[in-house]
């Protein structure tokens, strides 16, 4: 696998603070002339990823000449806040509702049924229902299948691990497609479920004497537990292939390769934008990011080495960043 191939498989500032009854909850705006618009940002959990999303909304936001006022709100990993801060923001007549991962966007457009919702880090929207007149955004859909074949070719590896969350309809595509991704290539897959991040490390003590690798894919609840994943995986001596750069940092991963969330983020900001200047969401529908510059490989040298591996040129080429005596060097 080189870059060619890789291209082709990916072809602030006023604030006041409001106290809800749910969730974690901030104010602030942008100042211009005219309208102040309420835009309402809800995540599932608190993760790097998640996190570098929503920074990315504001910062394009903020380029733009709208006068906006946030209320942004995290779930915390359960199902009913979500559902609860979906409500708020349709009382208080929200503009535009942004929901970050998959369950809190379910949550909103549930609640919001005639005012745009923009999801932002939705792998499978079709599935989980995220389409209509009033739904767009942006999808996560990382490339589960390349990530599979370049962890086996890395690792030799026969039988490859993963842990889902199987009350998330994005943790339960994610393993399907690694799932669909081993048996294409004659590799055995094991699976163990999971309903929040608490049981993660437990999950990954059950099935680690039974793989050679794991893959952590972009599953929220799983994601935001990776210390525990990693943790597990360099007590038994096996590979870690992270499918989220930001979670990856500190972590004694051995390949962190999928997107650059901030990028989805930035694109999902424009996305508010244009729903906020009265375009219809269905128009925009769902937008899937495959310029190579949206997503990035980190190769972790000093894993590799403890694990007794080499990476080949062809793939030490395809990384933008090496991990080596603890140190991250961009190319």
Known sequence: MNKGKLFCLLSMA???????????????????????YKVGIAKIIAHPALDSAEQGIQDYLATTDL???????????????????????????TDVSVGLGTPTAQALANAMKTKPLV?????????????GKYICGVSDANPVSAQIELLQKVTKAQTIGCIYNSSEANGVVLKDLA?????????????????????????????????????????NAVVSAAASISSVCKANNKALLIADPGAAEGLDYLIAWGFNYYNIGYKTGELVEQCLKGATPGDIGSIILQDPRDFEMVLNLDTAKDLGITFSPDVLSMAAATVENGIKTEK
Not at 17 to 25: D, H, I, M, R
Not at 67 to 93: C, H, L, M, P, W
């Open 67 to 93: 006068s906006i006022t946030y209320n942004r709100q995290n779930a915390n990993g359960e199902i009913s806040t979500a559902t609860d801060i979906a409500q708020q923001f349709k009382d208080v007549g």
């Open 119 to 131: 999801f932002s880090a939705v792998t499978d929207p079709k599935s989980a229902g995220l389409e």
């Open 14 to 36: 006023l604030a006041t603070n409001v106290l809800f009854a749910t969730g974690t909850q901030e104010t602030n705006g942008t100042q211009s002339t005219g309208k102040t």
């Open 179 to 219: 799932k669909a991704a081993c048996e294409k290539n004659g590799i055995e897959f094991v699976s163990a479920s999971v309903i929040n991040s608490a049981e993660v490390k437990m999950a990954a003590q059950s099935i680690i004497q039974r793989v050679d690798a794991i893959y952590l894919a972009n599953d």
